[in-house]
């Protein structure tokens, strides 16, 4: 598995410390990360944006890279005048780090909202929406320091009556073509946390093996995994969830996977959760197929960007949510690389 230098081997469990660096009112990460998620969206007071992102802050996601908290700003303005009413309702933050190198939260929300204001998914609709998004965020010294986010635009596209090729050509237009610039580095002292316990490990290679067609030791879904993916889809067993897999896998040939963020969290009398974090450089081949997930063939050069989080009880996946871009997908795959 080719990963980034681990920052520890522990699994992540239930905090006994006090956040070093962070305002007293803060008591643990998790306490943090919904605190200033509400003040922010739910209070509407975006310039708190300032105080708790460190500028420069580069955000990492699919379609874009950005490098100063304005744009972090600008971002969110643009999506409240969007989405006025936009709920972000946490579903589970899955932590690790530490405050010498910087804690990691992998935030995952479903979103509700309506479509009411005119934008880059074009005129409002009125439609009601729901949607998924992960991010994964390093936090040091009372400020978000840089981002990795993972939002589930394909959902939106469809409940708002466009489909996701559809809304990637609209943005390509917009933009003049796929433009995304390389991420930048982490930020100094900062070291990806890549946990070695035996249960990340194993749904890390096991991802990484049905990416890249190896052979599969075992299987690690229970027989009533429930899998929501892209797109707001649900899938239901083993023989769902890895038909889903296959079928993305074989669309985009990927030639180079990289475990970037992996972590478990345990206790709380909860499941085993994993965070993991991924990138894969993938060709759109379709492996032969003249029609795939994403179209005839292009040849094109994608990158794949993923954060999945799992729940494991008694050693098997029983659920898992996957966060991947596909308006971002489609994009590349429209989009004439050189």
Known sequence: ?????????????????????????????????????????EGGRIDDIRTYYSDPCIVDTPSSVSTTVQAVIDGTRATLAMFPDRRLLAEDIIQSGDADGGFLSSHR??????????????????QRVHARTIADCVCKDNQIVHEWLVRDQGAIALQIGLQPRALAQQWLNQRGGWNKPLAG????????HVDTS??????????????????????????????????ETTRYGHAEVMAYWHALFKAMQVEHFTVEHLALNQGGDRPDRVALRWRAQARHTNRGAVD????VASGQLVEIMGINHVEIVNGKVLREWVLIDDVALWMQVLSPQT
């Open 1 to 41: 598995m080719t990963a980034m230098s681990p920052m520890n081997t522990s699994a992540y469990r239930a905090p006994a410390y006090s956040l070093r660096g962070f305002d007293a009112e803060f008591r643990d990460l998790d306490h943090y990360i919904r605190v200033i998620t509400d003040r922010i969206w």
């Open 109 to 126: 929300i479903i979103s509700t909202m309506t479509h009411r204001g005119d934008g880059v998914f074009g005129p409002a609709t009125g």
């Open 185 to 192: 580095h982490a930020p100094q002292g900062y070291r990806s």
């Open 198 to 231: 035996p249960a990340a490990q194993a749904y890390a290679k096991f991802i990484e093996a049905v990416a890249l067609h190896r052979p599969l030791e075992t299987h690690l879904y229970d027989e009533a995994v429930h899998h929501i993916g892209p797109c």
């Open 292 to 295: 795939g997930m994403f179209g």
